[in-house]
């Protein structure tokens, strides 16, 4: 049996690892042909299809970004799009594909498998909230991409007595605000998960800056004040299109008027999602490739692999379509009690 895959949606580091270690296990017991369609979904609706070896993808372990590609596309947008991919599989003799993505490419691919497709899904995403797994190929390295800034924010603030404000990405969730602020010891942090009270924010700054002279605030890009008490202007919550940094300037300004301290802001945006994979995102994607892999043998179809706890299990692709998968309150909680 042939196996395709494809990377779709947003990029991040790991990719490549998941596609080098599918590779590596369909080639290894069965000598599978593994097919990699580019661009995501549109590799599959226009037929743009590259065989994959072993020795090709070798080298890909530590690189970044996706060697097949992506692209925000979703087959069931565009008219003809779901038949077309339906189509490619039985050309191409595509016993069953492996679909690395998000939300939004794996709801496509649950889709897909209940129209008779074999798919496997993989989650990945740097926003870590796909449903169904603790998670997803990317949050490592982007976590820890942003602590790292954090971290370089920090002597800059002090050096200047400033208000640093560090907007990092996280449209639905703070997973990435959560764990870079906390492990960058940043004094405030603001998430979607629980929508920000600026007077709170403005008083525990204000204590703060009687006994230090600078501060960081680590602001999700989806962050939301509580209704009715701060303005965003254009800049758009979680259900709305985000503009990177447009929160982040925002929150600033109000702050540099409310509390008078000298501020810049610091939007990491795509650098997150860039570089060579951390080594818990290679060790990652590596068993989720080969859980998919296991997963094509077993007969399995509409299912992806999950991290729960520390174990590696397919569970229903229909789990991902329910996301996003928020923050536990526990983290919530952390944040608040570390607030200033
Ligand atoms: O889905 C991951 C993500 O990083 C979000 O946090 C962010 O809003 C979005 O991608 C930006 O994606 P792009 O600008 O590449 O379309």
Redesign the pocket.
Known sequence: MRVGILTG??DCSGLNAVVRAVVHTAHGRSGRTVIGYRHGWRGLVDGDAVELSVAGTDALLASGGTALGTA?YHPHDHKGAEARVLETLERDRIGALIVVG?DGTLTAANRLAESGARIIGVPK???NDVAGTDRSVGFDTALSIATEAVDRVRTTAESHDRLMVVEV???HTGWLAFGAGIAGGAHAILAPESPFDIDEITGALRRRHRKASFSIVVVA?GAVPIPGSMDLGAAAGPSGS?V?GAVGERVRAELAVRTGFESRLVVLG?V??GGPPTPADRLLASRFGVAAVRAVEAGASGVMTGLVGDDVRTVSLSVAATGPRVAPGSLVETARALLG
Do not use: K, P, S, V
Request: glycine share 24%; aromatic share 0%; charged share 25%.
């Open positions: 949606g947003g925000r998000g995403t740097i926003d990405m996280g449209h890009e985000i990177a795509h997150q999602r």
